[in-house]
């Protein structure tokens, strides 16, 4: 897979320690977190929905939608609505760090196997301040109802 575009803009989130990254052109506006209204009969990872400019929008919990442990929202927990093929979605993040133009060549494409977390829903890795950025194929995440796991390097155990 390539991340065929010459430049775009990444809006970097964070997860508990481990950076994530969105194209911009699938990010609508980052809002502050509000609880969202639970509803009957949703997934695990689905907090609920919140109104979002007359619409209900699904809320999804990216902590829980990677396996990692969820926790409170923090007061800079913040909700990224973004869009897909089916509809506007927004993705529960620790806290949004910035909006950045990325080459394509600062885009690596993700190995095959990327410790437990398929491919198809990456689009490629990144650094920042020399930390790895996993660049999201929120399109394909957002669709997807398969779980999807997220393992952390573990060491000395």
């Known amino acids: 897979m390539s991340y065929a575009v010459e430049s775009t803009r990444l809006v970097t989130f964070r997860l508990g ?3 994530f990254a969105a194209d911009i052109n699938a990010v609508q506006r980052v809002l ?6 639970a509803l009957p009969d949703m997934p695990e990872w689905m907090e609920g929905v919140v109104d979002y400019q007359g619409t209900m929008v699904p809320v999804i919990d990216m902590r829980r ?10 007061s800079q927990a913040r909700l990224m609505v973004c869009t897909a ?3 506007l979605a927004a993705l529960l993040v ?9 080459q394509a060549s600062e885009v690596m494409d993700p190995p095959e196997l990327f410790r437990g977390l ?17 660049v999201l194929d929120v399109e394909v995440l957002m669709t997807s ?3 999807l796991r997220f393992q952390q390097d573990v060491s000395g155990a």
């Open 65 to 74: 939608r990677f396996g990692m442990t969820a926790t409170t929202p923090g």
């Open 32 to 37: 502050r977190h509000e609880p969202p209204r």
């Open 94 to 102: 620790d806290a949004v760090l910035d909006v950045k133009p990325v």
């Open 145 to 147: 109802q398969a779980p």
């Open 17 to 19: 320690e481990h950076l």
């Open 85 to 87: 093929p089916g509809g």
């Open 118 to 134: 398929a491919s198809e829903y990456l689009k490629g890795l990144t650094r920042r301040q020399g930390q790895l950025v996993v």
